[in-house]
């Protein structure tokens, strides 16, 4: 396995869709450099922003997973799981240079509790990448990034819109629930995580899917 | 002689409908051939033998191992090479390094013995000369043969073909039963067409799908002797046809029960074929 491993990285890497990537990763950075030029508002729009930005990296994660030649390569021996991980290793790189720009960004009196923000990145980043993973375990389709993303940029103003209250995870920094907020942020993360896990694996037994494997 | 692929009783649903209905079948070397109309269940049953999709029931072999367990299909999927319907690409790819990749995923690691196998691949489907070219500057003809590389890059024992010559030009169709007959020399390949033609020149075999089952199975001499005498010629279309057309020299060919004092024709595989599909209730058109 470290000898397919090793022999993967550089074809693999060539097959990620760097361009999408690189094109949210922009817009994000964008955004994140607006808390530079608001001001006073500057401290109350900078959590915002940031959020906004994570949003749009993101939205240029779900992206990860489409593979063109799917279907050419869906019966060889590599794992599935192996192809996954190994892209999101190769994206991982990226993904931690960027967030760490978006931070630096934002200037220091008025940018969020870091380990907190995070943590809620952190969760963005995987439930894209989970939405990706399930999109292929449950459809055909090749490129299954724009029904991903569209889907996550909904569900996303729907949560900001409609998420209860006593599940909040959307909360200011001076609120009294932002610890707690926090700790389900760490829930949604383990969960995406959980879930990912078990898209990317590609089951021998039909079970519940009517789509693709 | 070996059998290769040995079926029993596969099943798959999508929602309602039955792609795949009690699927029975003994493959051995050579190529067999594997027609029947649109949505008969061919794909889904070449998927399945190709363990990109599992069946809901039923129970299948692959030279001798049973991919419903994950080892077993990795051991198949060491055995075995698929060109699906519709092959995609990484466009930026060349010829070379698609097939070098998917010689990787199917794990051979060591760099110049894969590099010479992913050659000789590319020499015995005949694009060795644009080996270094693009894909995406590849011809719809050529690209099919990068696929077709790529499903016969590691020797596999087992090749599944959907389709392999739709949408060719007949000079590149031709080049590809070329490739098909020699790919069938020492394994079992499973190609399915909806050219009878290339049934006709290229299978030992022949198994005809419909709604989901396997409505006959056998060589193609005996497909085409399902017509035998219900074939024939008359200057009008003859109601009583299953299926009629008019030929070039202006009379018809008549397909189904001949009237008496017919002028009966020597029947082709396609008659066979369409009398097969009436006879399963398969909608007949010519």
């Known amino acids: 396995m470290p000898g397919l491993t090793r022999a993967l990285v550089l074809p693999a890497c060539r097959t990620l869709p760097w361009r999408l990537v690189g094109a949210a990763g922009v817009a994000g950075l964008l955004l994140a450099a607006l808390t530079r030029t608001t001001g006073e508002t500057g401290e109350r729009l900078s959590l915002p922003l940031l959020r906004a930005a994570v949003l749009a990296f993101a939205m240029g994660l779900v992206f990860l997973l489409d593979d063109p030649a799917r279907h050419t390569t869906a019966t060889v021996p590599a794992p599935r799981p192996l192809r996954v991980a190994l892209r999101v290793a190769l994206v991982l790189p990226a993904v931690a240079a960027w967030w760490t720009s978006a931070l630096l960004l934002v200037p220091p009196d008025v940018r969020p509790p870091v380990a907190d923000l995070t943590l809620e990145a952190g969760a963005a980043f995987v439930l894209a990448v989970t939405g990706a993973a399930a999109a292929v375990r449950f459809t055909d389709v090749t490129r299954p990034g724009p029904l991903v993303a569209a889907g996550l940029l909904t569900s996303a103003v729907l949560a900001v819109l409609f998420w209860p209250k006593r599940w909040a995870l959307f909360v200011p920094v001076e609120d009294d629930r932002w610890a707690a907020a926090h700790d389900r942020w760490a829930v949604v993360l383990a969960g995406a995580v959980l879930v990912g896990g078990v898209c990317a694996v590609e089951p021998v037994r039909r079970r519940w899917g009517r789509g693709g494997v | ?286």
């Open chain 2, 1 to 286: 002689m070996t059998t290769t692929v040995s079926a029993s009783g596969l099943c798959l649903r999508y929602g309602g409908t039955r792609a795949l209905d009690d699927v029975s079948l003994r493959l051995t070397g050579g190529v067999t051939g594997l027609l029947g109309p649109n949505g008969a269940g061919k794909t889904t049953l070449l998927r399945v033998l190709a363990t990109a999709r599992p069946a809901d029931r039923g129970a299948f072999t692959v030279l001798g191992h049973d991919p419903a367990t994950a080892r077993g299909r990795q051991e198949v999927r060491r055995r075995l090479g698929y060109l699906p319907q519709t092959p995609g690409f990484h466009p930026d790819f060349t010829a070379f390094e698609f097939v070098d990749y998917v010689a990787i995923l199917k794990e051979m690691t060591d760099r110049g013995a894969r590099h010479r196998e992913v050659r000789r691949v590319l020499d015995e489907v005949g694009l060795a000369d644009v080996r270094g070219k693009r894909i995406r500057k590849l011809s719809g003809g050529m690209r099919q043969r990068v696929a077709l590389g790529a499903a016969l890059v590691g020797d596999p024992g087992f090749l599944v073909l959907d389709e392999p010559t739709v949408g060719l030009d007949p000079e590149q169709r031709m080049r590809f039963r070329e490739l098909i007959a020699r790919a069938g020399e020492g394994r079992t390949v499973l190609l399915s067409t909806h050219q009878t033609e290339d049934v006709a020149m290229l299978c030992h075999r022949v198994l005809v799908m419909a709604g989901g089952r396997v409505r006959f199975e056998g060589t193609p001499a005996e497909l085409t002797a399902r017509a035998e005498g219900r074939v024939w010629s008359s200057t009008e279309r003859d109601p009583g046809a299953k299926a009629g057309w008019r030929t070039g020299t202006g009379t018809f060919r008549n397909v189904g029960e001949p009237p008496a004092g017919a002028e009966l024709l020597e029947p082709t595989l396609e008659d066979g074929y369409l009398l097969t599909l009436d006879g399963a209730g398969a909608e007949v058109s010519a």
